[in-house]
């Protein structure tokens, strides 16, 4: 993978990470060299766990969870995209059309998403998640796979801040 799509990768996956814990949410492992064991090509990849107390707002944060991975790609790109029009994160943008279609009617999903992506991109806007997630894509660039450990730690230590 050519260095700077797999620092584009590792931002990606940083902001689904950051987003998750900020949820409470255990992070099997992220990655940037993910198994195609499965049969697909994939550049990324997050495994996140849900613990039974977050089941209310579930889906709420998975749909965050979703479009952090996007947003904090976009945000170290320099680019301010909806995430709706980039093809490149379609499958992000099904993932938060599911989760959108079992919190809200029809009628009112899209200014629903379009509320949700502005949370997601003031989220990442705080200086601190920010710097999380930065330092949870150094350790992905360097390590290539890390898991809830690393990445709870460095969360801590930004909220912290």
């Not at 987003?19 to 064991?37: E, K, L, N, Q, T």
């Not at 990324?44 to 790609?73: F, H, N, R, Y």
Request: with cysteine; charged share 25%; net charge negative.
């Amino acid at each position: 993978m050519p260095e700077d799509t797999e620092t584009l990768t590792a931002y990606h996956e940083a902001g689904h990470a950051v987003m998750a814990v900020s949820y409470g949410a255990r992070i099997i492992h992220v990655s940037v060299d993910p198994p195609d064991d499965d049969g697909l090509k994939r550049f990324g990849e997050s495994i996140v766990q849900w613990p039974a107390a977050a089941a209310k707002d579930i889906e709420i944060a998975e749909l965050k969870v979703s479009l952090a991975g996007p947003v904090a790609e976009l945000t170290y790109d320099g680019a301010r995209e909806s995430i709706a029009e980039c093809p490149e994160f379609a499958a992000d943008w099904q993932q938060a059309v599911l989760s959108v279609s079992r919190l809200n009617p029809e009628s009112g999903r899209a200014r629903f998403m379009e509320q949700m992506e502005r949370q997601v991109w003031a989220f990442f806007e705080d200086e601190n998640v920010w710097a999380a997630t930065c330092a949870i894509a150094d350790l992905l660039l360097a390590h290539e796979t890390i898991e809830h450990d690393q990445v709870a730690e460095v969360w801590a230590f930004w909220q912290q801040r």
